[in-house]
């Protein structure tokens, strides 16, 4: 049977400008292109896996007004399950407005929040949670589930947990959480104080220490490290595919990878999946349209796989 694959977090309505520099205050640049689509954490990283090959469902909150339409639409269209994302009456819907200086390479990010993700005890969203055989969330997603798994009677089964841990207020690894998956920034500012975490290894080790079974940590352009029971790897950032934009990449990252651990795949091969799909979705302005095909994402993985390092210390067994 097909596993059930549930994403709970962040949906917005996303306006991308390209422009040539970014303007000084009471400026003016004409921009040099432009795209509207859907983005958010937990709703890219759902479309991700959509594409390349699963049937996910979003849990997310919109407002009643006609960007919520708008980004039911797009989530649909890319075969996402959108029964889930539910609307907050009297609210506006999450969005951002997006400037790529495209010399630089850099973006600046303007967010309007949307309402906040509540997810009730025995409503249907609070099922999927529970019967979900895998479970990622981001940043809004993890609060709003962590009663409803908390609740769980001790031998039930439970979904495995990804965590988009982020920049956004990084935690150490929760009780609830499976595969931790911050930055590397991130992971230095939360585990930087644990003894013997002076380098990316031992980080990592930290993270499985506070109980993830997997820990993936994404370094931007220089790619991604992970670890898990049976070792610690790293996969380089791919240099030969042209970057218009990095907007979504890392949602992206965690939908590739949520997908390729879905599938059963070793941990190395899944980094390096990952990571190959984050750096093709970067030909897009959007944090979208650039997402490729299984086939596409497999082929320029294989050209760069993950390498093996040295693990600080024992850890705890990966995710059966």
Do not use: K
Request: net charge negative.
């Amino acid at each position: 049977m097909p596993s059930s694959v549930v994403f709970a977090g962040v949906v917005t309505w996303d306006t991308v400008m390209q422009l040539p520099c970014l303007p000084a205050p009471d400026g003016r640049v004409v921009a040099e292109a432009m795209s509207t689509c859907g983005g958010g954490p937990a709703a890219t990283a759902a479309v991700t896996a959509a594409r390349l090959g699963l049937a996910p469902e979003l849990i997310a909150a919109v407002g009643d007004d006609p960007v919520a339409s708008r980004i039911r639409c797009g989530l649909r269209a890319e075969g996402v399950g959108t029964v889930g994302v539910r609307t907050a009456p009297g609210a506006t819907s999450g969005a951002c407005t997006v400037l790529v200086d495209r010399p630089r390479g850099a973006r600046s990010i303007c967010v309007l929040p949307g309402p906040e993700l509540r997810i009730a005890d025995g409503s249907g969203e609070a099922a999927a949670v529970r019967a979900a055989d895998w479970l990622h969330v981001d940043h809004a997603g993890l609060p709003a589930v962590e009663p409803l798994l908390a609740a769980l009677p001790s031998g039930a089964p439970r979904p495995v947990v990804c965590y988009d841990a982020g920049n956004l207020n990084p935690r150490r690894c929760p009780a609830a959480v499976d595969v931790y998956v911050p930055t590397l920034q991130a992971l230095r500012e939360v585990y930087g104080d644990r003894a013997g975490a002076a380098d990316v290894p031992g980080l990592l080790t930290a993270a499985l220490a506070d109980g993830a079974r997997t820990v993936v940590a994404t370094d931007g352009a220089h790619g991604a490290y992970a670890a898990d029971g049976a070792g610690v790897w790293h996969v380089p950032g791919h240099r030969g595919v042209e970057v218009l934009s990095t907007l979504g990449a890392g949602d992206v990252f965690h939908g590739a990878l949520v997908t390729a651990l879905v599938r059963r795949t070793p941990l190395p091969e899944a980094l390096a999946y990952a990571n190959a799909v984050a750096a093709l979705s970067c030909r897009a302005l959007d944090g979208r349209s650039g997402i490729p095909s299984d086939t596409e994402a497999q082929a320029l993985a294989d050209r760069l796989p993950a390498t093996r390092l040295t693990l600080a210390a024992p850890t705890p067994t990966p995710i059966p």
